[in-house]
């Protein structure tokens, strides 16, 4: 079946402008989970959703980051003001079972270049 | 405060075996040691997870040492399509822990 997918692959944008990124899960995958990965390093955990709630968003850095996942199944990650250091790749990654179990499985992500 | 410790970089030889090695000294009864990879240009992919017991399934083996402060995983015949990143976490299964919290890992090469 069709794994998670992720859209655009690749943003280019200028400081201080407006960004949306979108996750679609695997079909049936009640949780949804952001990471940021910037270049060199390991993901970092942005947010965690449990059907249309977010359950967690320790991870966001500041108030410029938000999202949403209204229906429960596609979310979308929204920048608002985007800074030169939000450039990074921002992952999506869905499961089954409710708050993780054994395994997230990842979209390819979303590279995000902010100039 | 990072939970485990990775060589940055190895190298292996295509169709001889990968050890990638991980201390967790400091890993408590409950956590489990779960290793993932991450092809270039890809997003994390779940290779194998386990407690104390040794584990297999068709990507590999996970091998943890009695006092469970380290374990290596094992690619047994490693392809050119094993080169990645290979992160070793900790985490507890359940519903208080489903962030993943990934080091830097190990860049895997295997080599022709």
């Known amino acids: 079946g069709a794994g998670v997918s992720q859209t655009p692959s690749n943003k280019v944008t200028e400081k201080g402008k407006y960004v949306e990124l979108r996750c679609d899960p695997i079909s049936g995958h009640t949780a949804l989970y952001w990471y940021r990965q910037s270049l060199g390093q390991g993901p970092e955990f942005l947010i965690y959703?449990?059907?249309?709630?977010?359950?967690?968003d320790s991870g966001l850095p500041n108030d410029r980051f938000f999202a949403v996942r209204p229906e429960g199944s596609v979310s979308t990650l929204k920048i608002q003001r985007t800074e030169r250091g939000d450039s990074a790749v921002y992952l999506c990654?869905?499961?089954?079972?409710?708050?993780?179990?054994?395994?997230?499985?990842f979209g390819p992500g979303t590279r995000l270049t902010v100039l | 405060d990072a939970k485990t410790t990775q060589p940055p970089s190895m190298d292996c030889a295509e169709g001889r075996a990968a050890n990638l090695p991980c201390n967790h000294s400091t890993i408590s009864g409950n956590e489990y040691v779960y290793w993932y990879r991450q092809i270039h240009s890809q997003g994390p992919q779940y290779i194998i997870h386990?407690?104390?017991n040794n584990e297999t399934n068709e990507m590999a083996s996970l091998i943890i040492t009695e006092d469970r402060k380290s374990s290596t995983l094992i690619l047994p015949h490693a392809t050119l399509r094993d080169t990645a990143v290979y992160y070793c976490i900790v985490r507890v299964p359940g519903d208080n822990d489903y962030k993943l919290s990934f080091g830097a890992g190990t860049t895997v090469t295997v080599r022709a």
């Open positions: 386990g407690l104390k």
């Open positions: 990654a869905s499961s089954y079972r409710p708050r993780g179990g054994n395994e997230q499985f």
């Open positions: 959703f449990q059907g249309t709630g977010a359950a967690d």
